[in-house]
DNA sequence: TCTGGGGTCCTAGGACCC
DNA sequence: TCTGGGGTCCTAGGACCC
């Protein structure tokens, strides 16, 4: 019998990371309340931990809450995501110091997991201070690190280490014995552990299941017949057994959204037809950047579904393209042919999106029936593309594009980002200064 | 007046086929 | 009067994550 040699993981976490990425450039305001708004400055999609002791709940409008903030001295950011981008490559390269590059996974923008199963000699808590406080010293950002044997439990060590300040930032759940391991995962909600969302929590409390080691407690082949296989794997990741596979290398996309809300309502087709177009030109800029072309576009619009008063209406059609594609241009054309036709007058629409899905590889196109070789006319297309896309990459996006999505966003439906603070990372113009005295 | 923008996976149910 | 069953494919919708 092979013998099973028990994983090491470890989830690296920035705390409150939009936040975080604001603070490092504005050392003043540390212990200050901070804030970072959706786009459109619509609702609060990261808190300091000052706004999270004051309640306020992840995802608050944020007009819902200026009273709050001015009581407070709450201070709002517009998300800067330009800067939290470069925040987050540098973040991920401290830590692949840690670990041959396959044995990293960058899981979202401020996480990623670390395999250590392959350096059994080290001790994974203070290995995990050593990379606190690396990150800490060399990007300004406050990290937390959780140690378990599969992913799930590894995030869930992760939350141990933000909630409970007795840990120090680090927790390693690999280096406790079953008891111990019951113990802690008995002092938290099964809402805490990873894939339980708020559904399921009801549901599994109906059952009596209220806390993480409850739920380890349950049997595996009962979960799947009364919930999900999703579940199951679950249970089996809190037991110990990996469930969630590796994934050194991020798989490519299989679809691709681009949308946005307007900064204020449009109506007519000749107003919705430029963010469509804007919106396409961002989405085959993704899709030619991983090298796939789509077979199935989709577009939508959305009436205010927080205003009940208002007649409502979101339609939204997606269609086979008679030839896979990647082409900005002919996408284009499909999308506002799309808008047009689900587009009803009468109505106060407050966002538009396009997709794009059936996505397969570029090199295995295989173009309609009646097409011929790729002509002179397809591969000065390419080059075009290839020129827009280099331009855009160079002097910002919308630059240069098809009609009147090059037109930088414009007119009423360009997003307010009204609290926006310096690309300090990116942009020459908005370096910091260091004055030495 | 103002309420984000991405993604993934799974399941159920209908269409269709033999 | 009697009205199958199994398989596959597709889609819509739900649940979750950050």
């Not at 739920?215 to 679950?234: N, S």
């Amino acid at each position: 019998m092979a013998l099973l040699v028990k994983r090491r993981l470890a989830l690296v976490d920035a705390n409150s990371f939009y936040c975080s990425a604001e603070r490092i450039f504005r050392p003043d305001l540390e212990g200050v309340p901070v804030v970072v708004l959706s786009n459109n400055d619509g609702c609060v999609v990261a808190r300091s931990a000052e706004v999270k002791k004051l309640g306020v709940a992840m995802g608050m409008p944020w007009f819902q809450m200026k009273d709050l903030a001015r009581q407070h001295n709450i201070l709002a950011f517009s998300s800067n995501y330009t800067l939290y981008g470069d925040i987050s490559r540098r973040f991920m390269s401290v830590l692949a110091q840690f670990v041959p590059p396959e044995e990293q996974e960058i899981y979202s923008i401020d996480e990623c997991f670390l395999d250590f199963t392959h350096q059994p000699h080290l001790d994974l808590t203070a290995t995990g201070h050593v990379m606190r406080d690396r990150v800490k010293r060399w990007t300004g950002l406050p990290v937390c690190v959780g140690c378990g044997s599969t992913k799930t439990l590894a995030k869930f060590a992760n939350n141990v280490a933000k909630k409970q300040a007795q840990w120090g930032g680090v927790c390693d759940l690999t280096a406790l014995s079953e008891t111990e391991l019951v113990a802690v995962l008995g002092q938290f909600d099964v809402r805490d552990v990873w894939g339980v969302g708020r559904k399921i929590a009801m549901q599994l409390m109906s059952y009596g299941v209220r806390t993480a080691a409850d739920l380890r407690a349950c049997d595996a082949k009962r979960i799947r017949e009364r919930f999900t296989v999703v579940l199951e794997r679950t249970v089996s990741e809190l037991q110990g057994v990996s469930c969630v596979a590796w994934e050194n290398e991020p798989p490519a996309k299989q679809q691709i959204i681009a949308s946005r809300s307007f900064g204020g309502p449009l109506y007519t087709t000749e107003q919705l037809a430029e963010p469509v177009r804007f919106h396409m030109a961002r989405a085959a800029e993704k899709l030619r950047l991983q090298g796939s072309i789509a077979g199935t576009l989709g577009v939508f619009l959305e009436t205010n579904r927080f205003r009940p008063q208002d007649p409502q209406y979101s339609p939204s059609r997606a269609i086979h393209l008679p030839a896979a594609t990647d082409d900005t241009a002919v996408l284009t054309t499909w999308a506002t042919t799309l808008m047009r036709a689900i587009h009803k007058p009468g109505f106060r629409y407050v966002k538009a999106g396009v997709m794009l899905m059936d996505l397969r590889e570029r090199c295995v196109v295989q173009g309609s029936l009646f097409d011929a070789a790729p002509t002179d006319r397809d591969l000065r297309r390419e080059r075009l593309m290839g020129v827009l896309d280099r331009a855009n990459g160079k002097w910002g996006r919308g630059t240069m594009g098809v009609g009147s999505a090059g037109v930088k966003q414009q007119r009423g439906w360009a997003m307010s980002r009204a609290n926006l603070s310096p690309c300090y990372t990116t942009r020459w113009d908005e370096l910091r200064e260091v004055l030495a005295d």
